[in-house]
């Protein structure tokens, strides 16, 4: 994607001079003469980097006070100063006052592109080290390597380069917002922000502030820039996209049409360019029918649906995740890592996980907080927390829900090896030949063994 300059000088040469060298290193530019135009152009789109006359004559602000509104406005966005020979000492106020550097005239062309770039890498990498803060808690690697994960991986790696707006479906906990940071990873705009929105935990009078910003009244600058502003260049993921307000699915599905809003309050059409990823855990179709989600809005969001399922559909991923969340906890917290006994992994791979992924997690880290002793440790099924192990057949009840110990031993025997067995095969993802092998079985026999038990 490339960077936004708006260079700001009342002298037309040196504006066509630094859009010129500019350009032909690829960057795109844009020109202002005085404040008002500046601001204008500021306030359509929050520029990557703005070069900025000291003097600026004839303009209703000078280069300092743009300066400070600017930065009022936009701290995070680099200004360069363009200083003439003999007033440093204005530029180097400027910079107390938030510049970033200062190019004098006459410049050479080497020295404009230098700090151009660095600039602009200082401000990615600044930018890296917010998001960076704001994920901390959230892994960055979509792990597992079942059937499943692979084939989302590969559906991910296809659609990132694509551009298209994706909406990722899924239970609560699954993956969803991990599968959305993986695409913007592998997309054209990973060096562009990722910015987070959820549609579920803002009321809806917040809704369109937190998306669209809010204008001064001057209708000249934003009081603050919304979600889809700061997207600029970049991925905007709203997630639980099923519980945004109706008013602003409109809004929405006008700003998919054309890339352009308004922010709250506002009067001008602010561009942007913005990857939409949009997830839900709820049934779009469903609430489509029921009149709380537009028809149309869904079909532009689901230009190419993924979804991630439930842990439960890939249940042999549980191992590795387990030894991916020991080792992040292990190195985020310092407590020791666990082994985990056969008996406690098979009551782990057989639990249902309403919670998905991030259950697990909270429960690994609960285990290795509660086990006492250190890595020698092996955790036991009798040593996990007490609704996991409870949804585990260990002590199971007969069809109609009577208690196991209320039955003969023979029909006793075969509630408890029905129920094994089902949770046995579940564990295994329905592979019959992985699950003989570990119930100590021929394939045959367990074959027989099931149908005996009418399991089938
Ligand atoms: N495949 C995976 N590999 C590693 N970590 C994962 C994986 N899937 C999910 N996680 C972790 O589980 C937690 C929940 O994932 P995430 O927030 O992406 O789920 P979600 O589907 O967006 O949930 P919600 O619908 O509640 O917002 C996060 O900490 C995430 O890093």
Redesign the pocket.
């Known amino acids: 994607m490339a960077n936004d300059i708006l260079i700001v000088d009342d002298e037309a040469d040196i504006r066509d001079l630094v859009a010129g060298i500019l350009e032909d290193e690829g960057f795109t530019t844009r020109t202002a003469r005085d404040s008002d135009s500046a601001l204008a152009e500021v306030s359509n789109r929050r520029p990557n980097l703005v070069f900025l006359d000291i003097w600026l004559q004839g303009s209703k602000l000078d280069g300092l006070q743009l300066l400070e509104q600017i930065k009022r406005e936009h701290a995070d966005v680099p200004v360069v100063m363009i200083s003439g020979h003999g007033n440093i000492e204005t530029a180097v106020a400027a910079i107390k006052r938030g510049a970033y550097d200062f190019i004098e005239k006459p410049f050479k062309s080497d020295r404009l592109i230098l700090v151009a770039t660095r600039a602009l890498e200082t401000s990615r990498l600044k930018r890296e080290v917010k998001e960076l803060k704001q994920q901390a ?3 960055s ?4 390597h079942s059937a499943c ?1 692979n084939q989302l991986r590969q559906t991910i790696e296809r659609a990132a380069k694509a551009n298209s707006r994706i909406l990722i479906v ?1 239970p ?7 599968a959305a940071r993986t695409l913007h990873n592998a997309s054209g705009r990973a060096e562009g922000p990722f910015v987070v929105i959820n549609a579920a935990a803002i009321t809806p009078e917040r809704m369109e502030v937190e998306l669209f910003g809010v204008e001064q009244s001057n209708g000249e600058q934003p009081r603050k820039a919304g979600a889809l502003e700061e997207a600029h260049g970049g991925t905007l993921f709203i ?2 996209i099923g519980d945004m307000p109706r008013e602003t699915q409109n809004k929405i599905l006008r700003v998919l049409v054309d890339q352009t809003f308004q922010r709250a309050g506002g009067t001008i059409k602010v561009n942007v360019d913005v990857r939409i990823i949009s ?1 839900t ?1 709820r049934n779009l179709e469903e609430e489509i029918a029921e009149g709380r989600f537009r028809e149309d809005l869904y079909h532009r969001l689901s230009v190419v649906p993924i979804r ?1 399922p439930p842990l439960s559909e890939r249940r042999e991923d549980i191992p590795e ?1 387990i030894e ?1 969340f020991m080792d992040q906890i292990s190195l985020a917290t310092g407590l020791p890592k666990r082994q985990i006994g056969a008996d406690a992994m098979a009551v782990l791979q057989s639990h249902v996980w309403p919670g998905n ?2 259950q697990l ?1 909270n429960n690994v880290e609960r285990v290795m907080i509660l086990a006492g002793g250190g890595p020698e440790v092996i955790i036991t099924a009798d040593m996990l927390p007490q609704d996991v192990g409870s949804m585990v057949p260990t002590m199971p009840t007969g069809n109609n829900g009577e208690h196991i110990m209320g039955l003969p031993l023979r029909e006793a025997r075969e509630v408890f090896e029905r129920d094994y067995l089902i949770a046995q095969i579940s564990r295994f993802s329905g592979n019959i030949s992985r699950t003989a092998e570990f119930v100590g079985m021929e394939r045959s026999a367990l074959h027989r063994k099931l149908k005996a038990l009418g399991v089938g």
């Open positions: 808690p959230i892994a690697t979509l792990m597992g994960m899924g609560s906990g699954a993956g969803k917002e991990l997630d639980e997830s855990a991630v995740l991916y992924v991030r997690r």
